[in-house]
């Protein structure tokens, strides 16, 4: 693409509205819920543990049923997901993390839809989730299309 200076004036109002979005008060408590997550002993063991917990996970899944250590794997990852998911800190970040998400996803579909119905836009925190006329994932049908 060749800059041009409508393209640059595009890029420069983009940043402008980035910078609008990170004064706004969303991302203020966004900001401060991180540094209360990271600033949690007990939070950052349990996600230390979670994961390290992933990497047993992830080569049980190798192997399935089959692997030796499967039921123990998948149980034990199950309660410290939960364990993780409901600690207080760990919660009130996800919140405050999935709010700022609807923020950025409204003004994308807001800037998508000025310029033509037919683009998507992120919604619910999933880019280009497919609408029933076509899909650009390229899973063959794992978003839940039905391309294959």
Do not use: W
């Not at 917990?53 to 080569?59: F, L, N, Q, R, T």
């Amino acid at each position: 693409m060749l800059a041009n200076t409508e393209v640059l004036e595009v890029l420069e109002q983009a940043e402008k509205l980035g910078k609008m979005i990170k004064e706004s008060e969303d991302y203020e408590i966004y900001t401060n819920h991180k540094d209360q997550l990271y600033n949690d002993p007990e939070a950052n063991r349990l996600m230390t543990d979670f994961q390290q917990m992933k990497a047993d996970y992830e080569d049980v899944q190798r192997f399935g049923r089959y692997h030796p250590d499967y039921s123990k794997i998948m149980k034990e990852i199950r309660q410290l997901k939960r364990e993780l998911d409901m600690h207080e800190t760990v919660a009130s970040y996800k919140q405050t993390e999935t709010q700022l998400q609807m923020l950025l996803d409204e003004v994308s579909e807001i800037v998508a839809k000025s310029i033509s119905p037919n683009i998507k836009a992120p919604k619910d925190g999933v880019a280009l989730k497919d609408t029933g006329d076509g899909c650009g994932c390229g899973s063959g049908g794992q978003c839940g299309c039905q391309a294959s």
